[in-house]
């Protein structure tokens, strides 16, 4: 807006009365001019008319200069006045046009802001995908250190990447339900030859690519079990996701000091057939956990000291054919753990130690038909634990030395003794089929519980 352009107060109203005289003057001039300039009388003495005449026109002449002042600084004060509320709107004007800018500025700054997190985002996503396509790369190499680097890779990715975990930890799975054929552990013909130089270098080369391939497999494991022991809180903790390992192979493995909880972990058709694979101390609680239709046919699978509280684990159709399978000392707390239609042909199954209170525990339909499956100092508190259906043709199924509080649930079964095989404590061992069974059981019960509070004197049976 333009500055107000005013002259001196003084030069304005010297000015606006020089102009008023000489207009004054003008019009006098003019009418003399138009009166044909008349001649002036002058008397010898000036009368009191003609003096207050004169006064009259002197006062005249003053407030005529005055009134010129009065109205120069009327005019000067409503010019200013006019400039000052115009300057008030050009200020508001001025302000209210700032707020527009701010807010242009604003939402440019937003969107600029915007772009930049989508570019961002766009670049960070380019960069998993790059770092995604890398890692799968590597794993796809025909060089152990190259998968190995690959399995680093990927799981670093999983780390970094929380949006794009569950597909890393799925590429890791399924890295480990490839084909797969553990190295034979034991001297062969084959071996022997290589001892004395005579194997072929394709044979040689063939064993150490099974190592190699072993330890890469291990390293998946290992590094799953380091990111399921981390706290629920912890930003690279895997808890709560997804494990799809049906129809691997394991030849050992820690999985030890992990937690499962929600989400759902298969090893459905999976494969235990040589080493030692460590889930002890470990934590079931909530989700499921399947090993349905699995096979434990060699080595060490040790489940000792863990704890099964909610959710469902399941062992329903799998097969224990040989070695070892320690469930020791562990806990069944609530949720269902079932080994439903399983078969025990060989090894060992050992709950020893155990304790069941609450939930349940099926045997439901399992065959018993060798090895050895012992409860030998566990306890059954409140765990409703079923044989409902059990076949027993061979091995054994030992609750001899176990304390129960809580008879398990047997069919009925031929013949006044349980069958050949089924170990029971000793009050009672000489049941007479199933419903007899269970007289007897709540018998023992009952006598078990007289014992202890020593009341009465318990005769066996």
């Known amino acids: 807006m333009p500055a107000l352009r005013l002259w001196g107060i003084r030069r304005s109203i010297a000015l606006a009365v020089a102009a008023a005289l000489t207009l004054v003057g003008a019009l006098i001039a003019a009418?003399?001019?138009?009166?044909?300039?008349?001649g002036i009388q002058r008397d010898a003495t000036v009368t009191a008319a003609t003096l207050f005449d004169l006064l009259k026109l002197v006062f005249a002449v003053v407030a005529g200069v005055g009134g010129v002042a009065a109205l120069v600084v009327a005019y000067r004060r409503q010019r200013?006045?006019?400039?000052?509320?115009?300057?008030?709107?050009?200020?508001?004007?001025?302000?209210?046009?700032?707020?527009?800018?701010?807010e242009v500025t604003k939402a440019l700054a937003e969107a600029a802001d915007e772009r930049a997190k989508i570019e961002t985002d766009r670049n960070g996503v380019?960069?998993?995908?790059?770092?995604?396509?890398?890692?799968?790369e590597q794993l796809g190499s025909d060089k152990a250190a190259v998968r190995l680097a690959g399995v680093y890779a990927m799981a670093g990715l999983a780390d970094d990447w929380r949006e794009g975990r569950q597909t890393c930890i799925d590429v890791l799975c399924a890295y480990l339900r490839m084909p797969y054929s553990p190295p034979s552990e034991t001297p062969s013909e084959a071996s022997t030859q290589q001892a004395e130089g005579q194997a072929s270098t394709v044979d040689a080369e063939t064993a150490r690519a099974a190592r190699e391939e072993r330890e890469v497999r291990h390293t998946v494991i290992r590094l799953i079990g380091r990111h399921l022991r981390l706290i629920l809180g912890d930003p690279t903790s895997w808890r709560g996701l997804d494990f799809d390992f049906t129809g691997a192979v394991f030849d050992g493995g820690d999985f030890s000091n992990v937690t499962f909880s929600g989400g759902r972990v298969s090893f459905e058709g999976a494969t235990f057939s040589a080493g030692r694979v460590r889930f002890n101390r470990s934590t079931f609680s909530g989700g499921e956990v399947s090993f349905?239709?699995?096979?434990?046919?060699g080595g060490e699978v040790v489940f000792g000291g863990s704890t099964f509280s909610g959710g469902l684990v399941s062992f329903e159709g799998a097969t224990f054919g040989g070695g070892e399978v320690f469930f020791a000392w562990s806990t069944f707390s609530g949720g269902e753990v079932s080994f439903a239609g399983s078969t025990f042909g060989g090894g060992e199954v050992i709950f020893e130690g155990s304790t069941f209170s609450g939930g349940r525990v099926s045997f439901g339909g399992s065959t018993f038909s060798g090895g050895r499956v012992s409860f030998g100092g566990s306890t059954f508190g409140g765990e409703r634990v079923f044989f409902g259906g059990a076949t027993f043709s061979g091995g054994q199924l030992r609750l001899d030395k176990a304390l129960i509080n809580v008879p398990?649930?047997?069919?009925?079964?031929?013949?006044?003794?349980?069958?050949?095989?089924l170990f029971l404590p000793e009050a009672w061992a000489w049941a007479d089929g199933g419903r007899l069974a269970k007289r007897h059981l709540a018998r023992a019960e009952k006598r078990q519980l007289t014992r202890a509070d020593g009341s009465k004197n318990a005769d066996a049976l």
């Open 31 to 38: 009418a003399l001019w138009y009166a044909g300039w008349p």
């Open 80 to 102: 200013v006045a006019e400039h000052t509320n115009a300057l008030a709107e050009f200020a508001h004007q001025l302000a209210h046009a700032a707020d527009l800018r701010a």
């Open 126 to 136: 380019r960069l998993f995908n790059e770092r995604f396509a890398k890692a799968s």
């Open 292 to 297: 349905r239709g699995s096979t434990f046919g």
């Open 408 to 421: 398990p649930e047997f069919g009925v079964w031929s013949g006044k003794a349980p069958p050949d095989g």
